[in-house]
Structures are given as C-alpha cells and as structure tokens.
C-alpha cells in the first residue's frame, strides 16, 4: 500500500493485474484492501497483453502534467482503451474486480499499472 500511496501522490496510476476467476470473487484481505483504496484490478489478461495494451494506451493517450484535467480525462481514455477487447485478449469474462464497497455501494475498481511517460 505504501508504494501504491506514493505513486499516487508522484501522480503515477498502479494497476494490480492480473487476477483470474469471476468479477465478484471472494478475494485475499489485501486484495481487497486494494480495491478499497481505488487501484484498479484488471482480470483475465496476460501479463504480456496486459502491458501491450498499456504501452498503447500511453502512445495514444500521452501523460499531460501541465493540465491536471486535461490528464484526469486522458486517464480515463487510457482505462477505457485497456478494457476494451481489440483482439479477443480475455482469457474469462470479467475485466475488473466488482465488489460491494464500503457503505454496500458498488465499488468499480481501477487497474493499477500506470507508467509515467
């Protein structure tokens, strides 16, 4: 948690993946301890689709550190590019760990593995 806290604050995005199995899984304390602090998960991938897909995501959606909302938007592009399916690359359904969050809210996890550009 301590590295994934000073990516944060170097304004650097983690994903933790992969996980295999089913959106609601039941999950390690720790794992869930991630996904309650907003880092994303993303299932059913390759390691290796994983980081491609990543790498493409910078290439296309570029790190903006001169615009705080410019770059909250671009980082929402750069998820939403990962999760889509380009090539059949999920090995199960589900892409991100769905669990009830604090409270019973639906908590929608991110994906950890930001690489700052």
Known sequence: MEF???CRSEGVQVILAPLYGAADKD??????????????????????ALLEKV???YSL????KEDKSAEAERR?????????????EWVLAGKKLNRKGA???????????????
């Open 61 to 64: 959606y570029p790190v903006n």
């Open 55 to 57: 790498r493409l995501a």
């Open 103 to 117: 409270g019973g809210a639906e908590a929608e996890s991110s994906t950890a593995m930001e690489i700052e550009a």
């Open 27 to 48: 999950v390690y304390g720790s794992t869930d301890k991630i996904d309650k602090e907003g880092i994303p998960i993303i299932m059913n991938i390759t390691h290796e």
């Open 4 to 6: 994934a806290k000073k």
């Open 76 to 88: 929402e592009e750069r998820m939403r590019f990962i999760l889509d399916d380009v090539s059949d």
